[in-house]
């Protein structure tokens, strides 16, 4: 049984930092695809950040130089520090994982966390 807990959301200044974090079961941070989205009100998921196997990172271009993924596989955890962050920052944060695909993309992932909201003002 796959189980995503993410933890570290809360209220931020602009231009202030925050750092995620998503404490795998069931599955190992250091397989596969695992990344992170997000989702404000009244727009779809967006993949922001992912990173794979080999530790190779892909970034959105909203984020790109400001938030940074990283895993922690002996503590089979994912973090995204966020940093200079901007009200349009603000949404539900979500960690997923992706077990087949070859390359790393931002879609089709399988298993998620259930979210932490992240408010910006």
């Known amino acids: 049984h796959v189980q995503l807990v993410e933890s570290g959301g809360g209220s931020a200044q602009t231009g202030g930092s925050l750092r995620l974090s998503c404490v795998f079961s069931g599955y190992s941070v250091s397989s596969g695809c695992v990344g992170w989205f997000r989702q404000a009100p009244g727009t779809d998921y967006r993949g922001i950040a992912v990173i794979g196997e080999d530790g190779s990172t892909e970034y959105a271009e909203p984020v790109k130089g400001r938030f940074t993924i990283t895993k922690d596989n002996p503590k089979n955890t994912l973090h995204l520090e966020m940093n200079s962050l901007q009200p349009e920052d603000s949404a539900m944060y979500y960690c997923?994982?992706?077990?087949?695909?070859?390359?790393?993309?931002?879609?089709?992932?399988?298993?998620w966390g259930q979210g932490t909201q992240v408010t910006v003002s």
């Open positions: 997923a994982v992706d077990h087949v695909a070859s390359r790393c993309l931002m879609y089709d992932y399988q298993y």
